[in-house]
């Protein structure tokens, strides 16, 4: 059973993804991959282009980067402000492996105030944890590698009138007062606990492994429509060549909030 505020417990038979001191072990180890799906340069590529095209922008990003581990994700976004002399320090990476967050802290000790990114941990399911970001927000851009996708494993969580709402996002109360109880994906969940760190012209781009990550998701239809969702060729590791291998993508997404 999840413990209140927190709004998944693990799955049967799933990967533990859903335990921080599963990310913990692999960061602390050297076993995680480093980098999910890939190096995530066309990602850049895309929030670099809609932070530049927007009419009030002003050299002084806030992104938020979902679950970065230890992706150098997050330390190229920043590189590329720095080189247009935009402002660093809006970026706020948020991880609930306290791991990840010592190395990413330790990592912009030696940067310059208005350059290092924030680094905090919590976890992005818990309204409780969330709520700690709103002094960063409302956030442009929600950057998020492969974290969704690690977020989609985790169980339902079906909220009554029962709960704590005081633990219980307001956009996910919204919902209470016409129904008994609401069973919330993960997914959902997580969309859901962005709404009030965002506003109108906030924009989430990720990058999944999946066809279908934001389908068929009701309650995250309330507050984010999907403008694109664009194949990306995977990285092809070692490959015989006398086999024949079909080409596997991956897929941007960019949602609008609405
Ligand atoms: C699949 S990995 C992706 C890591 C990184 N974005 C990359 O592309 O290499 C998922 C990351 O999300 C973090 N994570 C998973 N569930 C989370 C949650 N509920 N709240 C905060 N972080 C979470 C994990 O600790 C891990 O760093």
Redesign the pocket.
Known sequence: MAEPGRM?SKGAGAPD??D?KF?DFRFATGRD?????NS?EALLDVVLSDLEGRPDFEGAPRVLH??????K?GMKLRDACTERDWMGSGIVN????AE?VRIGQKAERQKAPDQAMHWLC????SWDHVSTLAPFAPFDVILD???S???ATFSDRNISHADDLSSICPTVQKFLPSVPAVTLSPVEALALHLAPLTHKNTTWIALSYSTLRFDNLPFLAEYWSLRSRTPLKAPSGDVSSAAYTPEVFHWVYILDRK
């Open positions: 998944h993804y859903d921080p990310w991959v480093g980098e999910w799906l995530g979902l679950g970065p581990g230890v992706s994700l948020v991880d609930f492996s990840a919590a976890d992005l399911l590698k492969s974290t996708d690690a977020i």
